[in-house]
């Protein structure tokens, strides 16, 4: 399996590229894979980024792919 380049990390302001609300990274997701029978585990980022924002005072929570968001820029 290739690696997949994490594009934001913890705490980053982000968008969807298309219109959304400012959300804030809270999470990499990340999957655990064998090295082999004996030489352990290691973890590997998924692509997937979980998201937390306000709506009308109401804490939301969701999984993107890196891929369909940007960074907040003003």
């Not at 913890?10 to 990274?25: A, F």
């Amino acid at each position: 399996m290739t690696e997949i380049e994490q594009k934001f990390k913890v705490g980053d302001i982000v968008t969807l590229k298309t219109e959304s609300p400012k959300m804030t990274v809270s999470k990499l997701n990340m999957t655990r894979r064998l090295r082999g029978a004996t030489a352990g585990q290691f973890d590997v980022f998924t692509g997937n980024v979980d998201c937390q924002w306000f709506l009308n005072d109401e804490l939301k929570t969701a999984t993107f792919n890196q891929d369909s968001l940007e960074p907040f820029t003003e």
